[in-house]
């Protein structure tokens, strides 16, 4: 593991900071940078957790779900993006490869091991869960520190998960 080579800089006042013409102010626009970074970490992460999930499993409804999971990746892979592209708008320094997201994802490790549909269903849940709770506590962060663009970000980014927490767990409800 090479974990203790990536720098970490949330919440030591180190955090890189550009020169920008964006309207927020720079004690606003750094807390934000360090919340961001989080969320870009558990991005990356809980993408390939997807594809782990899309290309191993195996079982009841095999196609589905399969698809299921590359349809879900493919938004995540979306919030990447726009995570790392509002984190640099305000001045950011964005920290986007898999070694630094290793350090700064909010998630637990995915087990490798899995192979059921409802094992990769339900463990995949409990990551966009767990995302999930922490989107929330950073729209109240963000509207607290009075961004509402980051805010807005992250409330779409919930949704979305909330959304895909459904198609997953309707597979084993009822
Ligand atoms: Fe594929």
């Known amino acids: 593991m090479a974990k203790d080579k990536t720098p970490k800089n949330a919440g030591n006042g180190k955090t890189q900071m550009h020169k920008t013409m964006n309207p927020i102010s720079e004690n606003i626009r750094g807390a934000m940078v360090e919340l961001l ?8 992460d809980i993408t390939y957790q997807t594809k782990q999930a899309h290309w191993n499993v195996k079982g009841m409804n095999f196609i589905a779900v ?19 592209e509002r984190l640099t708008a305000i001045g950011g320094q964005a920290h ?12 637990d490790a995915y087990p490798l091991d899995l192979v059921k549909s409802e094992d990769h269903l ?15 506590k950073g729209i109240e962060e ?26 997953m767990e309707s597979h084993f409800q009822g």
Not at 71 to 84: K, N, P, Q, R, S
């Open 96 to 107: 986007g490869t898999v070694q630094a997201s290793v350090q700064n994802s909010l998630l």
């Open 122 to 136: 339900r463990r995949l849940t409990e990551s966009y869960a767990k995302w999930s709770a922490a989107v929330e």
């Open 37 to 44: 970074q989080a969320h870009l970490g558990t991005a990356i």
């Open 66 to 84: 399969h698809e299921l999971f590359d349809d879900l990746h493919d938004l995540t892979e979306g919030y990447v993006d726009d995570i790392a």
């Open 142 to 167: 963000a509207s607290e520190a009075g961004d509402p663009l980051t805010e807005d970000l992250l409330t779409g980014i919930g949704r979305g998960l909330d959304k895909s927490i459904y198609f």
